[in-house]
């Protein structure tokens, strides 16, 4: 069993910037390539950016290259996502999860992944 536990959501004014960390247990979290979600109201789970797992390979989706970006520090079992520039579009539920594949690079397809947290909200004003 493997645990997620996301913090550092809160409310934010455009051009504002928040980070996120997501902690794990229960699995060698060194071995698996993380990944960082969001679903706003009303809206699918979109992919947000991934990190493989060893920390050499990143994506993110177009609209937040450039202002985000996913970091993993192997040794405190954490991933991070660093957000610069918020815009209100951003708004969502921010979720991490862990991807099922043995030392992967870290797919955009949610249901590559099988381990999730419980979300943490981000909320950016106008």
């Known amino acids: 069993q493997v645990q997620l536990v996301e913090s550092g959501g809160g409310l934010v004014q455009a051009g504002g910037s928040l980070r996120l960390s997501c902690a794990a247990s229960?699995?060698?979290?060194?071995?698996?390539?993380m990944g960082w979600f969001r679903q706003a109201p009303g809206k699918e789970r979109e992919f947000v950016a991934t990190i493989s797992w060893t920390g050499d390979t990143t994506n993110y989706v177009d609209s937040v290259k450039g202002r985000f970006t996913i970091s993993r520090d192997n040794a405190k079992n954490t991933v991070y996502l660093q957000m610069n520039s918020l815009e209100p579009e951003d708004t969502a539920v921010y979720y991490c999860?862990?991807?099922?594949?043995?030392?992967?690079?870290?797919?955009?397809?949610?249901?590559?992944?099988?381990?999730w947290g419980q979300g943490t909200q981000v909320t950016v004003s106008s």
């Open positions: 999860a862990a991807e099922s594949a043995f030392r992967g690079l870290g797919s955009p397809i949610r249901w590559a992944y099988n381990y």
């Open positions: 229960g699995r060698t979290f060194s071995s698996f390539a």
